[in-house]
């Protein structure tokens, strides 16, 4: 445990709510306020990205048809991308369990991401660093840290939450919920095309196109909410599930089988969530920008 311990007091120092914000009974914390940057810059290479492919094929005329015409970027655009990215998921699962979305009931967040989107679009295309792996790779550990607070302390508050007996006690529904609400936002986008130069169109996912389902961050996310809940027995499913794997590893049963475990705290099991998620992260990173793939950054961004 003591190599938790460094990851929960980081934790408890980013998410302490951070001036000006705090004069005004806001929540807002440093770990806000660095997930809404990154993920606006993050959205803005893609863009950059998306569009130096497609110049680039109508340039060698590589197409296996008409190369669309690019379109004149709006902010309402690229601010409706963002608020997909961070509300979509939301949107799509919180009906279903009958608790309200959270850019329902405070308007911070979402103009957290408008203003931050704003500063970002402000900067000139030749400044935005390119992804690699020297950039990546530090940023992963971020990622992975911000990750596991959506997929640990989050999710699992919004499930429990519902009125409805039998959807918070259901752990299916709480690693749906997970998937949902972790991948949600960029399908929606993706979907839609939302970051290519071109119009708005309906296209595949790359979540759903061949080997699409190997994309870490589907899997990880229900993988991710089921160690958490496991540790912390968020839902009494998961206590007997603790208490099971134990025992196939030799710990001690009871007359039953089972041995009743104490359920760690949640600050522990997210810190050791987290420890997981970065490794994960770095692969990923590391498998992105690898010398093996030969395939453009844009797609590993989108794919990956």
Same mark, same amino acid.
């Given at each position: 445990?003591?190599?938790?311990?460094?990851?929960?007091?980081?934790?408890?120092?980013?998410?302490?709510?951070?001036?000006?914000?705090?004069? %005004?009974?806001?929540?807002? =914390?440093?770990?806000?306020?660095? $997930?809404?940057?990154?993920?606006?810059?993050?959205?803005?290479?893609?863009?950059?990205?998306?569009?130096?492919?497609?110049?680039?094929?109508?340039?060698?005329?590589?197409?296996?048809?008409?190369?669309? $015409?690019?379109?004149?970027?709006?902010?309402?655009?690229?601010?409706?991308?963002?608020?997909?990215?961070? /509300?979509?998921?939301?949107?799509?699962?919180?009906?279903?369990?009958?608790?309200?979305?959270?850019?329902?009931?405070?308007? &911070?967040?979402?103009?957290?991401?408008?203003?931050?989107?704003? *500063?970002?679009?402000?900067?000139?295309?030749?400044?935005?660093?390119?992804?690699? @792996?020297?950039?990546? %790779?530090?940023? =992963?550990?971020?990622?992975?840290?911000?990750?596991?607070?959506?997929?640990?302390?989050?999710? !699992?508050?919004?499930?429990?939450?519902?009125?409805?007996?039998?959807? =918070?006690?259901?752990?299916?529904?709480?690693?749906?919920?997970? @998937?949902?609400?972790?991948?949600?936002? @960029?399908? *929606?986008?993706? #979907?839609?095309?939302?970051?290519?130069? &071109?119009?708005?169109?309906?296209?595949?996912?790359?979540?759903?196109?061949? /080997?699409?389902?190997?994309?870490?961050?589907?899997?990880?996310?229900? *993988?991710?909410?089921? #160690? /958490?809940? &496991?540790?912390?027995?968020?839902?009494?499913?998961? $206590?007997?599930?603790?208490?099971?794997?134990?025992?196939?590893?030799?710990?001690?049963?009871?007359?039953?089988?089972?041995?009743?475990?104490? !359920?760690?705290?949640?600050?522990? $099991?997210?810190?050791?969530?987290?420890?997981?998620?970065?490794?994960? %992260?770095?692969?990923?990173?590391?498998?992105? %920008?690898?010398?093996?793939?030969?395939?453009?950054?844009?797609?590993?961004?989108?794919?990956?």
């Amino acid at each position: 445990m003591m190599v938790l311990q460094p990851i929960s007091a980081v934790y408890r120092y980013i998410l302490v709510p951070v001036a000006p914000f705090a004069w %005004f009974g806001l929540k807002t =914390s440093t770990l806000d306020l660095l $997930a809404t940057i990154r993920l606006c810059l993050a959205l803005r290479q893609i863009r950059e990205s998306l569009k130096r492919e497609h110049f680039k094929r109508a340039s060698g005329k590589q197409s296996e048809g008409v190369i669309a $015409a690019v379109e004149s970027r709006s902010f309402v655009r690229d601010a409706l991308t963002t608020l997909v990215v961070v /509300y979509g998921g939301e949107a799509m699962i919180c009906p279903y369990i009958s608790v309200p979305a959270s850019f329902m009931l405070s308007g &911070t967040t979402p103009l957290l991401c408008l203003v931050t989107q704003a *500063l970002v679009e402000s900067i000139p295309a030749p400044i935005i660093p390119i992804p690699s @792996f020297n950039t990546e %790779f530090p940023l =992963s550990i971020f990622d992975a840290c911000n990750r596991a607070f959506l997929l640990c302390s989050i999710v !699992p508050a919004v499930v429990l939450s519902s009125p409805i007996a039998e959807a =918070s006690g259901s752990p299916w529904t709480l690693l749906l919920s997970a @998937f949902v609400l972790a991948n949600g936002g @960029f399908f *929606l986008v993706n #979907l839609f095309s939302l970051l290519h130069p &071109t119009a708005v169109a309906v296209s595949t996912p790359p979540e759903l196109l061949p /080997y699409g389902w190997t994309t870490t961050d589907l899997w990880c996310a229900p *993988l991710v909410t089921g #160690l /958490y809940a &496991t540790l912390t027995h968020a839902q009494p499913f998961w $206590a007997d599930v603790h208490a099971v794997l134990v025992g196939l590893l030799g710990g001690p049963v009871d007359a039953e089988g089972l041995e009743k475990l104490q !359920p760690l705290d949640a600050e522990t $099991a997210r810190a050791a969530c987290a420890l997981v998620l970065t490794g994960l %992260f770095v692969m990923r990173t590391a498998r992105t %920008f690898g010398v093996s793939f030969k395939n453009d950054v844009a797609d590993k961004i989108k794919t990956n």
